[in-house]
């Protein structure tokens, strides 16, 4: 089978365990680390005890059930690369981060108000990176940063916009919504809030969210990564996969029940000819959601197919324990007060040096 495969089969036509089941177990024989987004869990219980058995490291991101979940920090990769030095790839990576999140599926909306979304998203994102510590490299900081922006505290945050280089990413990114008129400010804000909220309500959830057990930038042995979640959970999902898809790693990817997702580094994937199998029931929709284009980019279509043998669905259900940990947040309040009195503070400077200035100016003319 070539690299990239696209099977439709209505339910029941035994696409996952006639066919990509034994696809992945051949991939597990040949070593080869792999991503499944694993809905309905059968992967995860059919092949956990043989990828032990090979050796394989195993990780799993339940957005079902966080309690029974690995944590994954999706800014901890693209922090990596800034602090690096690597900015425009970072940048690249909380913009993909930003699009999952804020996108908007329905076409008839006004694309501004989730592009502004995601602007100011990267905005606020790129200010932990520079001014906080790592530990409080979170969503909860953005949320708390975000909050900065309200009517009675949005004062410090210009203030501290005021100050930067009109050149800097974290000007050119959130100056449209910093320096907006109130309304505007306050219907971006709440699209932020209301999509993040989705995730940020869910106490454990958060605190997965915190840490970083899938470390994206240590993934040297083989591994398996399963992603568990349904659709109200699945863009969290897509920022794993497409984290994965920026790496320089081989993996295969594993999209089962992949009706109604819209994954940002498909396209890419497709084109780098990675090992990718797509499962669908509806083909309409999917062209619908990607065009036709995307199709014609798969180099195996299966759409008519027999299975003679299938293999069970397994039963294994140890899962990995979520701990509950402390999460440090970046004080974004005490940060804003000592930069607003530290610029007041040079301000008051300037203009004693230039009153000086004026005075010796003066005293020369005399």
Not at 55 to 70: P, R, T, W
Not at 200 to 206: A, G, T, V
Not at 255 to 261: I, P, Q, S
Not at 333 to 353: C, L, M, R, T
């Amino acid at each position: 089978m070539m690299n990239t495969n696209l099977i439709i089969g209505k339910t029941g036509s035994l696409k996952t365990t006639g066919i990509l089941f034994k696809k992945v177990d051949k991939i597990i024989d040949e070593g080869e680390s792999l991503i499944i987004l694993d809905k309905k869990e059968e992967y995860y219980k059919t092949f956990k005890e043989k990828l032990d058995k090979r050796g394989y490291k195993s990780l799993v991101f339940n957005l079902k059930d966080a309690y029974k979940s690995n944590s994954f920090n999706p800014l901890w990769l693209p922090y990596k690369y800034y602090k690096e030095g690597n900015k425009d790839k970072s940048a690249e990576i909380i913009r993909d981060l930003g699009t999952e999140i804020f996108r908007d599926d329905n076409k008839n909306s006004d694309p501004f108000w989730s592009n502004a979304s995601i602007n100011y998203f990267v905005s606020l994102v790129l200010i932990l990176f520079k001014e906080a510590k790592e530990d409080e490299i979170n969503l909860y900081s953005v949320q708390v940063l975000l909050s900065m922006t309200t009517k009675d505290k949005g004062k410090d945050v210009k203030n501290y916009f005021d100050n930067l280089d009109p050149l800097d990413t974290i000007y050119m990114a959130g100056s449209g919504t910093v320096y907006a008129p109130s309304e505007t400010k306050s219907s971006i804000i709440s699209v932020i809030n209301q999509r993040l909220n989705v995730f940020c309500i869910k106490e454990q959830l958060l605190n997965n969210l915190a840490f970083n057990d899938i470390d994206l930038s240590n993934l040297d042995e083989k591994s398996a990564i399963f992603i568990i979640c349904d659709d109200l959970s699945q863009r969290l999902g897509n920022v794993l996969i497409d984290q994965v898809a920026s790496l320089d790693k081989k993996f295969t990817y594993v999209l089962d029940n992949f009706d109604g997702v819209l994954l940002s580094s498909l396209n890419d994937l497709l084109d780098r000819k990675e090992r990718v199998y797509v499962a669908i029931r509806n083909e309409k929709e999917f062209t619908e959601s990607y065009g036709n284009y995307m199709e014609d980019k798969f180099e195996n279509i299966m759409d008519d197919f027999s299975v003679q043998e299938k293999m069970k669905v397994g039963n294994y259900n140890d899962y990995p324990k979520a701990s509950f940990r402390k999460v440090n947040y970046f004080d974004a309040a005490k940060f804003f007060s000592k930069e607003h009195e530290k610029n007041k503070g040079d301000a008051n400077f300037i203009d004693f040096v230039n009153k000086e200035i004026k005075s010796l100016n003066d005293f020369d003319v005399k």
